[in-house]
């Protein structure tokens, strides 16, 4: 209040002035839409205090968080000048009273900016992130981060915290679940296209939100797949592995950045300010803004480079993030740090300029409030429904099927056992937002309407998902051998994975797997259905199932899907997006490994070095053969285009879609290369008997270049194969 009695003093305007320019009124060009959004932000700060200026750089909650990591209680007197609240509620009007707030009690009407994670939809929920990626379906994963959008908008948040890009290798780091699996490529374009569904071509439509990529960076790099601790990273690695995703997400128009937990190599990602200013603002010219993770600003101190929360600011703040999550460090001690000229005005302005460019981008001047809907009006619509169910559809991915084993035909009698059959809360994964159980077909449901007076589904429960009690088995094995065949449903609870989930082990808990092999004494076909939010260890299972189909968490819309692979309705089309390896030992394990010194041999005494199952792995229930791989030319010049084709026929006998995965590899480079990676990839349908020719346009500096440990991108001259499937061929590039 004395800020802004002074200021209004200043500008010699009476209280009756104030009051107008607070309601609305056009007198500042800052009010004005027809002016550029850039002369606009310079208007406005140049009239803001600096009191004004530190409050747009905080982010409180408005609704209690819940999330069991970041307990936070409802903050009832949220000043008129504040940047940034989490909104956990979904009502428009509630919305709209605190942005009345900001809009009508603050001096010059700055809107808040409501922020929420949206991580794979708001009320229709998707299948987690990781599931997403094994649909190899981009432009339906864009369509569904659209839906989340327009959910999420309709109910008051303007920017989601998603998409999670961070390359994770570590089934056993629980946060494997939020992003789209082992690979650069793969994050780089999922991450891509969800900004683009999240954002559209205009973040002031009022269907849209701004994106966040999370989290800057290096996150997945998590040691022993423990939450939130020390990365270990090289900048060589760094670059070729954990900044790709970022770099093709900014240049996506992603408005915004969350800086990470983990500490990279001594500097934590909050601190880092070759990351946040060297390469995101300078090199890559990002003029949006960085909000830390919750707390991370004040979590610097435990991480050991601030003596206090006061010095956790100033690191931070010169380092890079212009938004404080939830810590009060910026709004406590940004202030006074200016005063004292450790933070730069220059900085601060620059700061600020960014989040109100995303504000003004967002429209949220011009259109401060969300339009009051029904719930009815804005989720859980036809088309939403019906994008969710496509999704989890093409992220199942059939694992085995010894003997077709499925689709199932004929069948009298289906037994339905474990305890993931008739479970709805697991089947959303973590990071739910406001996903609701009662709105989830269950696997049993999509069985009961899909055999309906086809089959008589036999349902016992067998197990719990942990513990001791094997009481339910006797019962279970009587039901099994009354049955013709035994689906068992399997898996892990939502809270096994996400934030703070890790896990020592990929192994589902004993019981699961002491059930399948209780069930495997009836010597009737076992059928295992997982859900998971992480790849499994399945070495002790495998050998026990005819047919293994992972369905992930795949959210409100699983069981149609499902029970429709089953039947043979739909054809299975998921493929991998993260190695499953043999054993939980093996880790790290992933496709993209670098080139060993001695191939033939290091390898484990007890167990196999290969995965149980590779990345892009997944079976379909008609057959693809490839054809030759055929190049435009096989020695080529660096200004020449060059084209690589293959033919791939469905040769068995039912319609199918296929996924190409494209690799290439450089056997011989100045840094030794992973053994193959991942260019690009393409997924089509083919009918039963049909040829398609895929092709790969390649471009020489994107897909056969690499990056040094600064991000300088290099070409050499020499042999590149490229990789499809069995098939190679060799291209030489010459200067
Ligand atoms: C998570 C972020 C999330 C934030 C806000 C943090 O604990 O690491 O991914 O966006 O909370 O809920």
Redesign the pocket.
Known sequence: MKNKRIICGLLLLSTISCSLIAQGKKEYPYKDATKPVEERVNDLVSRMTLEEKVLQLNQYTLGRND?V??VGEAVKNIPAELGSV?YFNSDPEYRNALQRKAMEESRLGIPLIFGY?VIHGYRTTYPISLAQACSWNPQLVKRACGVAAQEARMSGVDWT?SPMIDVARDGRWGRVSEGYGEDPYTNALFGYVSVQGYQGNDMSNSKNVAACL??YVGYGASEGGRDYVFTEISRQTLWDTYMLPYEAGVKGGAATL?SS?NDISGIPGTANHYILTDILKDRWGHDGFVVS??GAIEQLRPQGVAADKKEAALIAFNAGVEMD?MNNSYNNHLAELVNEGKVSEERLNDAVKRVLRVKFRLGLFDNPYTPVSTEKERFLLPESLEIAEKLAEESMVLLKNDNKTLPLSNLSKIAVIGPMAKDKEHLLGSWAAHGNAKDVISIYEGLESEFKGKSELLYVKGCDFEGNDTSGFAEALATAQRADVILVCLGEKKGWSG?NASRSTLALPQVQEQLVQELKKSGKPVVILLSSGRPLELNRLEPLADAMLEVWQPGIRGGNPIAGILSGKINPSGKLSITFPYSTGQIPIYYNQRQSARPHQGKYQDIPNTPLYEFAHGLSYTTFEYGDLKASSLKVKRSDKLVIEIPVTNTGDMDGAETVHWFISDPVCSISRPVKELKYFKKEMLKKGETKVFRFDIHFDRDFGFVNGDGERFLESGDYYIIVKDKKLKIELID
């Open positions: 999330n990591n970041n989490i994670d915290f999370k989290h969350m937990f993770d919750w999550m934030e």
